[in-house]
């Protein structure tokens, strides 16, 4: 049934005036006399370990993963958890070696790195191209599935819907990073608590579909009746190898993708700046160990959605027209639930999309502010008109979006226009991070051509079967490719430039202290150890 009852609207109620308060409550016991960027933008030491974790999943999270990712469970299978549990990994060599240089050197965003490390070019570059990224692509698609899922579970129209997630987010975004963390910390554990209810419902419905004797028989059914959705590695030739490569999710574009998410990102790493070293590692270990947990809330619902589809339950909820749609599954799953549950579900799914909305409009605004406004249209401009400034940015971001996600509904797959116009800056950034953090002789000359040429060589390696026949390379494979060319272009370049050996702009940046504490090493192992035992169960 497409609606809410009216317990649904009271668990809902519930949760939405605990953020509200919770959130002002913060801003209020938190703010300063005298606003400062530092304070705004960062929250400057003020969030703690499990503030930092739980944001940095709550801004990753959002429909997508919901909807799209719950779709692919339902088309693919186990095999799209290899974004989640490859993020953990990642999560550790960011711990490791990318935010202690970060922190070292006092960094506030992403440009300003690549300026003190290359010059303000690089840095003008690519804050422009990130801006436009997030406005565009990332915030835009994330109001538009967001408003999509709300209006297929209830009957709440598309337009309302994205308006209210809207001034949700601008709510809790206008209060700087200090309510945004905390605030997410409630979003999260709405989040899984909801998404855990929908996961038992799912394996409760095939228990009760095949008497396998409760929820863990359920999990038990679903290897049984769907052996061919719990593969972790396409061979070639396989329907969805375009979709995850092969073992190119363990040695190649995988990495690239998910260290450049979170390694080299505004919108994630934006948490961990103005903590402490030890506070913003454990943070994000944290962040880590929920990143592992979520294929069970976002994934085992999809492949239980196609058990059930596959054994005649469902047939007209996950079928228009006579075609079969995956992304219906979620949403079909969640009209099932009783009065109650349904709003709790409800309430996560909401707290996953305005989470996402806040972190990437916090992090539009951090961008223009800092990077184009403070240090190009006014350098002489006070703390008070920066945040001033960064404030307006946010409304103006979300005006933007508004505007455009509505054109989306034209597009079939929403979730593969995000990762498919993301990918265009990946390989780029990510050459222009690992060089400029680990190679001090990398140059100014070579970052520029890696930052110009990124775009134009994805173009041609995602058109390259049209020149010389064969079929489409898929796009971790782009991703890897181009990144090795970038990579060498700038090492060639840099090599050529004989002054880069007496006077390295490299030693603009300060090297860190890798060192970690021996429990820090334990869990990091232990993440590590999960990675691969679950990789190696469902090869």
């Not at 009216?6 to 519930?14: A, C, G, I, R």
């Not at 953020?19 to 960062?42: H, M, N």
């Not at 779709?71 to 799209?80: P, V, Y």
Request: net charge neutral.
């Amino acid at each position: 049934m497409k609606q809410l009852q009216s317990l649904d609207y009271v668990v809902f109620l519930l949760y939405f005036v605990s953020v509200t308060c919770y959130g002002y409550w913060v801003y209020q016991r938190k703010k300063k006399a005298e606003i400062s960027t530092k304070d705004f933008f960062l929250a400057e030491g003020s969030l703690t370990w499990w503030a930092i974790g739980a944001s940095l999943l709550a801004s990753n999270i959002s429909a997508e993963h919901f909807i799209g990712m719950s779709g692919s469970g339902f088309a693919i299978g186990l095999a799209i958890s290899s974004y989640e549990w490859m993020s953990a990994a990642a999560l550790v060599i960011v711990a490791v070696f990318f935010v202690p240089i970060f922190l070292k050197n006092k960094i506030y965003t992403m440009p300003q790195f690549l300026s003190q490390r290359y010059n303000n070019t690089v840095a003008t570059i690519m804050a422009v191209f990130w801006l436009l990224l997030y406005v565009f692509v990332n915030l835009t698609s994330i109001l538009y599935l967001g408003a999509l899922a709300i209006e297929s579970i209830t009957s709440i129209p598309f337009l309302y819907a994205m308006i209210g997630l809207a001034i949700f987010a601008i709510f809790i975004t206008l209060g700087g990073m200090k309510v945004i963390g905390y605030t997410d910390f409630i979003q999260v554990i709405v989040l899984i608590i909801g998404g855990l209810v929908v996961t038992y419902l799912a394996l409760d419905m095939v228990s009760d579909r095949f008497n396998s004797g409760g929820v863990f028989g359920g999990l038990l059914e679903l290897r049984s009746q769907a052996d061919d959705h719990f593969h972790m590695i396409f061979s070639e030739g396989d329907k969805y190898y375009d979709a995850l490569p092969g073992f190119a999710i363990l040695f190649g574009g995988m990495w690239i993708n998910n260290l450049n998410y979170w390694g080299c990102n505004q919108y994630i790493v934006q948490r961990t700046l103005g903590a402490d070293l030890p506070t913003a590692r454990s943070g994000i270990l944290f962040a880590a160990f929920l990143k592992l947990l979520m294929p069970l809330i976002c994934v085992i619902p999809g492949i239980a959605m196609y058990v059930l589809y596959q054994n005649g339950a469902f047939q007209s909820e996950m079928a228009i027209n006579g075609i079969i749609k995956p992304d219906h599954s979620y949403p079909t799953l969640m009209n099932l639930l009783p009065a109650g549950l349904k709003g709790l579900s409800f309430a996560a799914l909401t707290a996953a999309i305005v989470a996402s909305l806040a972190g990437k409009s916090n992090s539009i605004s951090t961008i223009f502010s800092l990077d184009i406004y403070k240090k190009s249209l006014n350098p002489n401009a006070s703390e008070a008109q920066t945040v001033w400034v960064g404030r307006i940015a946010i409304w103006v971001s979300f005006a933007i979006a508004l505007l455009i996600a509505p054109q989306l509904r034209q597009l079939e797959q929403a979730y593969q226009f995000i990762q498919e116009y993301s990918n265009y800056l990946t390989p780029g950034a990510f050459a222009l991070f690992s060089l400029g953090l680990f190679w001090k002789r990398t140059t100014s000359a070579a970052a520029i051509v890696a930052a110009v040429a990124s775009i134009p060589l994805v173009v041609l390696f995602k058109n390259l079967h049209t020149f010389i026949g064969g079929n489409p390379i898929p796009f971790l494979n782009v991703t890897m490719w181009v990144y090795l060319i970038l990579v060498a272009i700038m090492v060639l370049i840099s090599l050529a430039d004989r002054s880069s050996i007496d006077n390295p702009k490299g030693l603009a940046v300060e090297r860190a202290d890798f060192t970690v504490s021996g429990q820090f090493a334990i869990i990091s192992i232990l993440i590590m150890g999960i990675v691969s035992a679950l990789y190696t169960v469902f090869y």
